[in-house]
């Protein structure tokens, strides 16, 4: 049996281990603080930046109000403020809290990203890529710069200049999923398959949230299927959650791989719970035409148009029907429709490829916006204006933009 002495030996030596437990976290709790008080300026904005990109708002709020305490550090304070507002979505008040003046290395570069980030919110291309263009003469290297300047440059619909840069981008930050996404999508608006498929690739290696994987595996399966690769593009949509688009898909996939009964049963199925789903009316009339059903064709493209004005592609099959009908009168007018809004997808076509090698042409994005008006795409055409009265209002140089698509311009840049 313990005795009583033994027991308030027990007793006191663990008073003792928790007393000196106390001491010590109160110490290591000092010296937390007297750390954070004592950083260097620089050193504790960088913190609170790198906690920005990660969503950690405290830790901003945190180091703005301590610099703000030092007279010399203000103007960082200033930064951090405003860009808590405009993380918390008014981009107008946050430029009225930067500093106006330009300031002292290294906070100058991160007032021009915050203000950069703010004309982008606003709309403002011009003085977004004014301020990117500056920011990128101070680090050309800097993630944040390639970021903002990759997303302005491909919002102008200067993509040639847009995709060196983010794959400096994938360089730099290379764990982030973000420009290896935008790369396929822009390869994939191009129809270069394989290397949409090998981007999409590359941005799921890199551990994406898990609804953005989702999207990213549904953007494989598209590039897959354009390239006929059915195993893969069927393996792929296995790995998507459960959505209507994934069903599209699967059905495209069993459709080209002789299962078109199934497809169909699928498809027919799916409608009737959303029939608000164009493509899938779209591959049901694609696959009613090849079987010869008629009717089932001309119901399901007369869907697709309700839901889809603008593309061709209904108005073509319907007019295949039309003929197979004995419906001539039908037929024509359906083909004219046809071919005029093919006429315009070849011209917007064109006229991008265009914008994309010349990135001071006003007057080809307003032509650009024109013809997204007629095509019924009222968020392009409203891109290409806001890109056009950038080039006006800025002058965005073709030289300036060449710089930029080269990494010689990056050469002699300062490191982060």
């Known amino acids: 049996m313990e005795s009583r002495s033994t027991r308030f030996s ?84 946050a430029l009225s809290a930067l500093p106006r003046d330009p300031i002292a290395a290294p906070f100058e570069l991160y007032r021009l990203l915050v203000a950069g980030q703010c ?29 903002w300047l990759a997303a302005t ?25 973000a420009p290896w996404r935008l790369m396929g999508i822009m390869y994939l608006d191009f129809e270069k398959y394989g290397a949409a498929a090998e981007a999409f690739r590359e ?98 493209f007369e869907q697709f148009v309700q839901l889809e004005p603008f593309e061709p592609d209904g108005y073509y099959n319907l007019a295949r029907i039309a003929a197979q009908r004995g419906d001539r009168q039908k037929s024509e007018q359906l083909q004219r429709r046809f071919e005029e809004l093919q006429r315009w997808r070849r011209r917007l076509t064109e006229l991008n490829t265009r914008a994309s090698r010349e990135p001071d042409n006003a007057e080809l994005r307003e032509r650009l916006a024109e013809i997204c008006h007629k095509l019924g795409k009222p968020d392009l055409a409203e891109m290409w204006q806001r890109a056009a009265a950038a080039v006006r209002n800025g002058t965005v140089p073709a030289s300036d933009a060449a710089d930029d698509a080269s990494p010689d311009d990056a050469a002699g840049a300062p490191s982060r």
């Open 203 to 300: 941005a799921l290696k890199r551990n994406p949230p898990p609804a953005i994987a989702d999207e990213l595996r549904l953007d494989l399966a598209r590039s897959l299927i354009r390239q006929n690769d059915y195993r893969t593009a069927d393996e792929v949509l296995r790995q998507c959650r459960r959505s209507p688009e994934r069903t599209i898909l699967q059905c495209e996939v069993q459709w080209a791989t002789g299962q078109a009964d199934a497809a169909v049963t699928r498809l027919r199925r799916t409608l009737a719970e959303n029939p608000e789903l164009p493509q899938a009316w779209r591959l049901l009339g694609r696959i009613a035409i090849q079987q010869g059903d008629w009717d089932e064709a001309a119901t399901a």
């Open 153 to 177: 440059y491909f919002d102008l619909g200067s993509y040639d200049v847009a995709l060196p840069l983010l794959k400096r981008l994938a360089e730099c930050e290379p764990t982030d999923f």
């Open 119 to 147: 004309y982008y919110r606003l709309g403002r291309l011009d003085r977004a890529w004014q301020a990117f263009r500056a920011a990128a003469r101070r680090d050309a290297q800097h993630p944040d710069v390639l970021r």
């Open 10 to 93: 027990s007793v006191c030596g663990s008073g003792r281990a928790l007393a000196t437990g106390a001491v010590v976290c109160c110490g290591l709790l000092a010296l937390w603080i007297w750390r954070a008080s004592t950083l260097a300026p620089e050193d504790d904005f960088l913190r609170a930046w790198a906690g920005l990109r990660r969503g950690d708002l405290e830790i901003v709020a945190d180091v703005a109000a301590r610099l703000e305490q030092r007279s010399s550090s203000r103007p960082a304070a200033q930064i951090l403020d405003a860009a808590l507002l405009l993380a918390g979505g008014d981009p107008r008040a």
